[in-house]
């Protein structure tokens, strides 16, 4: 067997591209959890201060430009026009309202700066929901730009929900 110097010099080398890949990949997954951390405290904190009629850190999840969408047709409120008027007068009493999320799941781009999640969501008073948002990292500090919200309703109750829903948007027309 021939002795091949150019063979003896490259293991040293693979050996230090694996450890950069391993390090690499390793820090990779500590940012995705410290990001998931992040957003799963955003969103946890914006259930938080809904149930506890909190305007400024309820309305501190979201951007300047944030929108909720509520489970009605109309129900576009949108920062800070009709968001903020909206969650002021329903907190003004100190009563909000009171959503458990049960499942989150939480996607983030290739830059880490969006992150995209659906929920599911319990409220003891009215049921279950699903609610879908993105939120973005703006200087490190993680804002809901958009979140929608919407009812579940089980494949076995929509027909009658259906009917309900076609009447109901009916009457509305006919007003």
């Known amino acids: 067997m021939m002795f091949n110097p150019l063979r003896k010099s490259v293991i040293p080398f693979m050996l230090a591209a694996l450890l950069c890949c391993s390090f690499s990949v390793l820090a990779a997954n500590k940012n995705a959890g410290e990001a998931t951390e992040a957003v799963n405290h955003v969103l946890d904190g ?19 430009t944030g929108v909720f969408m509520g489970t009605d047709d109309w129900e576009r409120w949108s920062r800070p026009e009709t968001l903020d008027r909206y969650v002021a007068e329903r907190f003004a009493g100190g009563t909000g309202w009171t959503y458990k999320s049960v499942e989150r799941n939480i996607n983030f781009s290739a830059e880490q700066n969006i992150a995209w999640f659906d929920e599911i969501t319990v409220s003891k ?37 259906a009917e309900i829903n076609i009447k109901t948007f009916a009457e509305r027309a006919d007003k």
């Open 125 to 161: 008073k009215w049921g279950r929901f699903r609610g879908t948002g993105v939120l973005i990292n703006d200087n490190g500090q993680w804002k809901i730009a958009h979140y929608a919200m919407s009812v579940l309703v089980p494949n076995e109750a929509w027909e009658k929900v």
């Open 46 to 64: 914006l259930h938080d201060a809904a149930s506890q009629a909190n305007l400024d850190k309820y309305l501190g999840s979201f951007t300047d």
